[in-house]
């Protein structure tokens, strides 16, 4: 009762300080670039630095009736070493005494009840570490303070001052592993991480490994914060119901105790190898949560990150390629055996600023007599060997429509992203992540400006100069009735036991 009582004063001491004696504001903010000063009409990206170093970017959406306010750390599983993978995670566990998104009590849920904030979403991430959260236009001021509180060393100390919260942290840690371990797409994505990611599948894995948590300390999770929960590591989002010549005063009020540090990033990371693999791979995984009849294909290839020349080019082809009446699809319908029936066509470009990745997938049915593993290689020699050929020699291979489409597209389903708060805020956090503020402002003109010619470079860059990984994902008894022709072609089974980096 007494550790109890401690805690309560302790957490209740600081949000005290914190409402009662406001911070001294800072002196300058510099604007990032011309005619982004904070101004702002409705729908008007505005972006600026506090001296701190922390980025800033102000989106206005007229008639919504709230603020997605959000703070977004770079980190997360990309900023992870052998040997720290997962203590992002646990500190999620400690700062939220549970996770961002489902906080614990009592606090800061207290906090998060007491500004009446919906839509809590955060914590570690593959490529972040960070807390969203909605909240009226009226509170935004005491919203920002708790976001300095949540991320400060008062919050790490009230946290600690409870000497369950770590172990609670590392229960709650562990416990994720383990479902991880029975989860068949986080085991397919494990496995796939490995293999095309192999120097550093860690980076992809926000879990971490039972050694590393269980061997994790107090003092090991204050390091990680002091060096990557930074200001010149962040960006704050504001996006909704607000004027930006009202915010910008609360936000320099709020973080004005918020000081540069050093940048956690000044040692480079190794970049990801291109290819993925030294040669095409075979994998095949008895996937309980596919169902019988039916079996899934795909090919998966080291892709473009968001600093090469080629991104855009990526996910412009992405959009054409993924239409259900493109070439490729028509190809693949066409082309492969009539018994297996075709369908679902995926195209996707997951990006990311040191791990994207391409594939074509396909749902294929499954029948008695056809040899499944003979329609991969048809699969395989239809996408890469005859298509993404053509794409690389023939600069009409889609259509001056198709372009004029996809852009379209793409530029529309963005538009529509931006006129919700949430969703605006999503994909700001998203660009930031990808490239500062000015990945964000660019990107439209960077889309605008491909052609057929990049499209060519694109194509003969990560398709014809690339090498694949080829999954093969069917029920545990489809794949006994098959695995003798799968072992003929020596495809390698997708195990719990060889999925996860660190086993």
Not at 14 to 33: G, N
Not at 245 to 250: D, F, G, K, V, W
Not at 369 to 379: E, H, I
Request: net charge neutral; glycine share 8%.
């Amino acid at each position: 009762m007494m550790i109890q009582t401690k805690r309560l004063g302790i957490a209740l001491m600081a949000l005290v300080l914190l409402f009662m004696y406001p911070l001294p504001l800072l002196l300058s903010a510099q604007a990032q670039s011309p005619g982004s000063d904070g101004t702002g009409e409705a729908g008007t990206l505005a972006t600026y630095t506090l001296e701190s170093g922390m980025e800033v970017i102000l989106y206005p959406v007229r008639d919504s009736g709230s603020v997605l306010t959000s703070i977004v750390f770079r980190g997360g599983a990309q900023a992870q070493t052998n040997k720290t993978a997962g203590l992002f995670r646990m500190l999620e566990h400690v700062l939220f005494r549970g996770t961002a998104s489902t906080p614990g009590e009592p606090e800061p849920a207290g906090a998060m009840d007491a500004l009446g904030t919906a839509a809590l979403d955060g914590g570690a991430q593959t490529d972040r570490f960070g807390l969203s959260f909605l909240v009226s236009p009226e509170m935004l001021g005491q919203g920002l303070d708790t976001i300095v509180y949540l991320f400060s060393g008062l919050r790490l100390d009230t946290a600690f001052a409870d000497p369950l919260a770590l172990e609670e942290a590392r229960t709650s840690s562990l416990d994720e592993i383990s479902r991880a371990l029975a989860d068949p797409e986080r085991l397919f994505e494990s496995a796939m991480a490995r293999k095309l990611f192999a120097t550093a599948p860690w980076r992809l894995d926000s879990s971490g490994t039972e050694p590393i948590l269980k061997a994790a300390t107090e003092d090991s999770l204050r390091a990680l914060s002091a060096a990557w929960l930074v200001p010149n590591n962040a960006v704050l989002i504001l996006a909704g119901n607000f004027d930006p010549l009202t915010a910008r005063p609360l936000i320099e009020k709020s973080f004005s105790s918020w000081k540069k540090a050093g940048d956690p990033w000044k040692t480079p990371q190794a970049v990801f190898p291109k290819p993925g693999v030294a040669r095409p791979t075979l994998v095949v995984y008895p996937d309980p949560s596919v169902q019988p009849g039916e079996a899934y294909i795909e090919m998966r290839y080291r892709g473009p990150d968001a600093g090469s020349a080629r991104s855009a080019a990526a996910e412009l082809w992405a959009e054409m390629a993924a239409q259900p009446g493109s070439r490729l699809a028509m190809a693949v319908s066409k082309g492969m055996p009539k018994w297996s029936s075709p369908s679902a066509l995926g195209v996707r470009y997951e990006l990311s600023r040191s791990a994207s990745w391409l594939s074509v997938s396909a749902r294929l049915v499954l029948d008695a007599k056809g040899s499944l593993p003979d329609s991969v290689f048809t699969f395989k020699e239809i996408v890469r060997g005859t298509e993404m050929y053509a794409m690389k020699t023939n600069a009409g291979y889609f259509t001056a429509k198709e372009y004029e489409r996809a852009k379209s597209s793409l530029l529309e389903r963005r538009s529509a992203l931006l006129a919700d708060p949430q969703e605006a805020a999503t994909v700001l956090a998203d660009g930031w992540i990808l490239g500062g503020s000015a990945w964000i402002k660019a990107w439209t003109d960077r889309i605008g400006k491909v052609t057929s010619k990049d499209i060519i470079a694109f194509a003969d860059e990560y398709f014809m100069k690339n090498l694949e990984v080829v999954a093969v994902r069917l029920a545990p008894a489809e794949y006994a009735a098959r695995k003798k022709g799968f072992d003929s072609y020596a495809f390698e089974q997708v195990t719990a036991q060889k999925a996860f980096w660190w086993r």
